[in-house]
């Protein structure tokens, strides 16, 4: 009796102890366009802390690859879009590619590699088709390359598209198509992904419909809403993401392969840069998401589970702002590791944070300001020198930083580009109009960062070169 006693409480303790719950359908992304990254043994142990099994990655570099050697942290790594046109006319280039950032971490480093996303969004309207006939022939090198060395049957090609590859004429999934200009090159790639048991990869973005869209339903955009709802033949539609999804189903049983795995390969919810990305909203899509996927429920044509990574597990202050100002704010966590807001990756909609990096080191406690007392009509070019090396995008209507005024906007740029460049005091001068100061300056929901201190871009670079490296030091050390 005892020992059953035990066995329950201990099967409890499994269920409920640590980060034990986590749903095993839901990765992150984990990008690194920023100028402080994270160390990757950071960030591994961020992922283990908060029990998540599956990362995807938006290139192959090595010293982050190798991080994961020894876990069983399933690993998505990427070809950047720029790498396309090479890899898509040269067999050799794609040997080679897989040999370095594929063969190597599997054999050398166990590292538990299943996917390869050859480009990232590359049919996007906004690239005029630039990677339109590049993409489908670089993912049969990247796969013809895979199976050579071995690995084709646990590691998969496939391509992460953006939601904008199909389209529905009307606000029903049933009227949903492939985009008519990549027609064929869709149907290629389907039929590629089909036969070799790969999966279907695409991002999809609720608040790119509120954003893009003054008059959309704001409550269709999350899981909890009511205001709205859709039927299309037999199946009812309460929210964006489910009518986004089954326009996918529809398009690929038009195009005749029905069967396809989909797997979701970004979706998340911005905290800064525009007025409907807030903590509160973030936090609302992701418990309203998360309890989906905890119960296993996707859309009306694709019931079943689904995996999904979400996007993004960090800030990235280096992001293009070109789609808008929320780009660099998509992170669970701040671009330190810092989590933002209470999410429960359970799906249990408990209100608690997620787990923060350890480990991480700081510049020291001091911010560049706007000296008192300056002259404000002189501040136009310095302030667009501040914000054009720095990031402020958190100063716009809506957002965190929001009417600052003319000193404010001045001193929370000038800390940024100060902070960017590693606190230099040369950083914080601007015609003589900055000083340093050791009080924080941060007021209210703005926050006026201290920059980590990251090995990220130098490490990435010896990690690179390696021995190389180290042989100068040597040949240095002894000469001197
Ligand atoms: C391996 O991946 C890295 C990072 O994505 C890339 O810079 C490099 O060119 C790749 N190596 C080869 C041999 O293609
Ligand atoms: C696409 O075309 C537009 C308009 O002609 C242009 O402004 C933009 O720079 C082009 N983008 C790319 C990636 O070529
Ligand atoms: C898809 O799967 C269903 C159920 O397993 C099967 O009946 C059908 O033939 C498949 N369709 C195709 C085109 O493979
Ligand atoms: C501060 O900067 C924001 C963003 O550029 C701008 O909208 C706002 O008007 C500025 N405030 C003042 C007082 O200049």
Not at 22 to 42: D, E
Not at 109 to 131: H, Q
Not at 424 to 431: G, H, K, L, N, R
Request: with cysteine; charged share 20%.
């Amino acid at each position: 009796m005892w020992a059953f006693c035990m066995i329950l409480v201990l099967a409890f303790c499994q269920l409920h102890g640590g980060q034990g719950g986590t749903i095993p359908s839901i990765g992150v992304n984990w990008g690194a366009m920023a100028s402080h990254p994270l160390n990757p043994p950071i960030v591994v142990n961020m992922l283990k802390d908060n029990g998540i099994k599956k990362v995807k990655l938006f290139d192959a570099d090595s010293w982050t690859v190798s991080a994961f050697s020894g876990t069983d942290i399933e690993v998505m790594v990427g070809i950047p879009n720029d790498q396309l046109k090479k890899l898509s006319k040269n067999k050799d280039a794609a040997e080679k590619w897989v040999k370095k950032n594929v063969t190597k971490h599997v054999h050398d480093g166990r590292v538990n590699i299943r996917y390869v996303s050859v480009g990232n969004e590359p049919f996007l309207k906004s690239y005029n088709g630039s990677f339109v006939w590049t993409t489908f022939p670089a993912m049969q090198n990247i796969q013809r390359a895979l199976d050579k060395a071995g690995l084709g049957d646990q590691i998969k090609v496939t391509t992460a598209l953006n939601a904008d590859v199909y389209e529905s004429g009307s606000d029903k999934p049933s009227d949903g198509h492939f985009r008519k200009d990549i027609y064929s090159v869709m149907k290629q790639i389907v039929q590629f992904i089909d036969e070799q048991k790969s999966i279907f990869l695409v991002n999809i973005y609720p608040f790119l419909s509120l954003y893009q869209n003054e008059n959309f339903p704001h409550d269709y955009a999350f899981f909890d809403g009511q205001s709205r709802t859709v039927t299309d033949k037999n199946a009812q539609y309460t929210n964006v993401f489910d009518a986004n999804l089954d326009t996918l189903v529809w398009s690929l049983r038009k195009a005749g392969h029905p069967n396809v795995t989909i797997t979701i390969g970004e979706i998340g919810w911005p905290t800064d840069g525009n007025k409907h990305a807030n903590l509160n909203n973030a936090k609302r899509f992701y418990r309203g998401f998360l309890k989906k996927m905890a119960n296993k429920k996707g859309s009306p044509l694709h019931p079943g589970p689904i995996d999904a990574y979400l996007f993004s597990f960090f800030d990235e202050n280096r992001k293009s702002v070109a789609p808008g100002n929320f780009e660099r704010h998509w992170g669970i966590f701040r671009f330190d590791g810092k989590p933002k807001f209470a999410i429960d990756f359970s799906g249990k909609e408990e209100e608690k944070m997620p787990i923060g990096a350890k480990g991480v080191r700081y510049q020291e406690q001091k911010w560049c300001v706007l000296k008192k007392n300056f002259n404000t009509k002189k501040l136009e070019g310095p302030l667009s020198y501040a914000c054009a090396g720095g990031d402020c995008t958190s100063l716009g209507l809506g957002c965190s930083c929001q009417n600052l005024g003319v000193v404010g906007n001045a001193s929370y740029a000038f800390n940024q580009y100060f902070q960017i460049n590693d606190q230099s005091v040369e950083a914080c001068d601007f015609d003589g109009s900055a000083t340093i100061v050791t009080e924080d300056p941060s007021r209210g929901s703005c926050f006026f960062p201290i920059q980590i201190i990251s090995n990220g871009n130098m490490l990435r670079v010896m990690h690179e070169v390696g021995g190389l490296f180290i042989g100068i030091v040597l040949i240095f050390t002894t000469f001197v």
